[in-house]
């Protein structure tokens, strides 16, 4: 079965610094790694996501992820955080197999950006 | 281009109720599926459509059924409501061709409380 796992509850970084958000995944076969951000009263929105090919992806809003296979983790990284990134930030994979077509959802890691 | 679109917004249901979550895309994606959101517990899928045609359960389709109604439209029933019930609902709509490596869009949500 696949999961996806964020270690983080809560993160919160101060405006300007840089931002992390942690990811790992559990996965028979390769993975495919997606981030997306959801803001209050708002549904889900793509922000990246690794296929394959390069391990670092860069994506909207100035947000980039490093895939790193043999820690399967795909963190999610912005080098000056504002306060509007500000949101709650859920990873996701999916794979070939049983569950082909079905993503599995993190349960969410909220980034609070202070001035 | 409207993307995802779900009606009702919110709803007010007591036990035993029924009601049906709508949901429409319009940019001709071929799987569409429904999502819970529940504090602490990130998305979870409960049922998908992978094409018109096709429905499959997800990891928590008790009390729901589902009807693709076409290629644009994929509801939710819940034939007989329970206060388990109450979350937060999500439509999300992904491919042109259906495959493992596409992003989904997500609808606006439908808050529904079940007293």
């Known amino acids: 079965a696949q999961s996806v796992a964020q270690p983080e509850d809560q993160v919160n970084v101060a405006e300007g610094n840089p931002l992390t958000v942690k990811c790992t995944y559990s996965v028979s076969g390769n993975p495919y790694l997606f981030w997306y951000v959801q803001y209050p009263n708002r549904g889900l929105q793509f922000l990246l996501k690794?296929?394959?090919?390069?391990?670092l992806v860069k994506g909207s809003y100035g947000f980039e992820a490093e895939f790193n296979k043999s820690q399967t983790s795909f963190h999610l990284k912005k080098p000056s955080a504002l306060v509007s990134d500000s949101a709650l930030y859920f990873c996701?994979?999916?794979?070939?197999?049983?569950?082909?077509?079905?993503?599995?959802f993190g349960d969410g890691t909220t980034l609070t950006v202070k001035p | 281009n409207a993307g995802v679109t779900q009606t009702p917004k919110f709803q007010v249901l007591k036990t035993g109720q029924s009601m049906t979550l709508q949901c429409a895309q319009d940019?001709?994606?071929?799987?569409m599926y429904w999502y819970r959101q529940d504090p602490g517990m990130g998305l979870r899928l409960i049922y998908y459509?992978?094409?018109?045609?096709?429905?499959d359960k997800g990891e928590v389709p008790n009390g729901y059924n589902v009807s693709r109604l076409n290629k644009r439209e994929f509801s939710l029933r819940l034939e007989s409501a329970a206060p388990s019930q109450t979350s937060v609902y999500f439509c999300a709509s992904s491919g042109l061709a259906g495959g493992l490596t596409d992003t989904q869009y997500f609808g606006p949500g439908t808050r529904l409380t079940v007293l």
């Open positions: 690794y296929i394959t090919g390069d391990n």
């Open positions: 996701a994979v999916s794979t070939r197999g049983p569950n082909a077509g079905k993503s599995t």
């Open positions: 459509s992978a094409s018109e045609g096709t429905t």
């Open positions: 940019m001709n994606h071929n799987s």
